[in-house]
Every structure is written in structure tokens, then in C-alpha cells.
């Protein structure tokens, strides 16, 4: 079992920029595919970006590319999600997950461990 808190979510206005980190504790994630998911009140959580294990490939949802990367420090055990252009509707708690391999899937149930989730509140 692997323990995710994510950090670094807050109220930004438009067009403005967050960084999130998930910080990863009780087994090494150096070896899984990691990945970012979002869900907003009423709408049910939402593929946002994934990453390999090697940092070598990444996937992105259709909505956020181009302004958000994924990224992994593997030897901090340590996920990040750059968020710049920020709009209303990336308003939602961004959770961090574990994948089941090593590849950059977009599924929920590709997902295994799940952090508590941080608040991003992006104003108009």
C-alpha cells in the first residue's frame, strides 16, 4: 500500500498558474506509471495526465494540453502537475493515483492507491 498527499492546490484567478506535488511514502513508486485525476462537484472524477515510470511518455487529457505537465522525481517519490492557463472550468479536488504498470493509461480502474485530493479553485 502506497500513502499519497497531495499539496499545492488554492484560489487563483483566470489565466493564472499552480504547481501540485503528490508525495508518495510506504513503497517506492520509481517502478509504476503515476497519474493525475480531477473531479468537480457533481461530475464524476476525470482522467488529467499520466506519466511512465521512466518519465519517458506522458498522456494528457484533451482539455488541459498544452497547459498543464506531468512530470517525476523518482528518487524524491515525488509526482508534480504544472498547471498554467488556468479557466473556470479546471475548477475541482486534483487527486494523484498509482497505476497497476508501467504504462501511461487513462483509466480510473487502471489506478490502484489514491490520495486524499487537493482543492483547485481557479476564479473568472
Known amino acids: 500500500q502506497v500513502q499519497l498527499v497531495e499539496s499545492g492546490g488554492g484560489l487563483v484567478q483566470a489565466g493564472g498558474s499552480l504547481r501540485l506535488s503528490c508525495a508518495a511514502s510506504g513503497r517506492t513508486i520509481r517502478t509504476y506509471t503515476m497519474g493525475w485525476f480531477r473531479q468537480a462537484p457533481g461530475k464524476e472524477r476525470e482522467f488529467v495526465a499520466a506519466i511512465t515510470w521512466s518519465g519517458g511518455s506522458t498522456t494528457y487529457a484533451d482539455s488541459v494540453k498544452g497547459r498543464f505537465t506531468i512530470s517525476r522525481d523518482n528518487a524524491k517519490n515525488t509526482i508534480y502537475l504544472q498547471m498554467s492557463s488556468l479557466k473556470p472550468e479546471d475548477t475541482a479536488v486534483y487527486y494523484c493515483?498509482?497505476?497497476?504498470?508501467?504504462?501511461?493509461?487513462?483509466?480510473?480502474?487502471?489506478?490502484?492507491?489514491w490520495g486524499q485530493g487537493t482543492q483547485v479553485t481557479v476564479s473568472s
Open positions: 493515483a498509482v497505476g497497476r504498470g508501467v504504462y501511461a493509461v487513462t483509466g480510473i480502474h487502471d489506478y490502484t492507491d
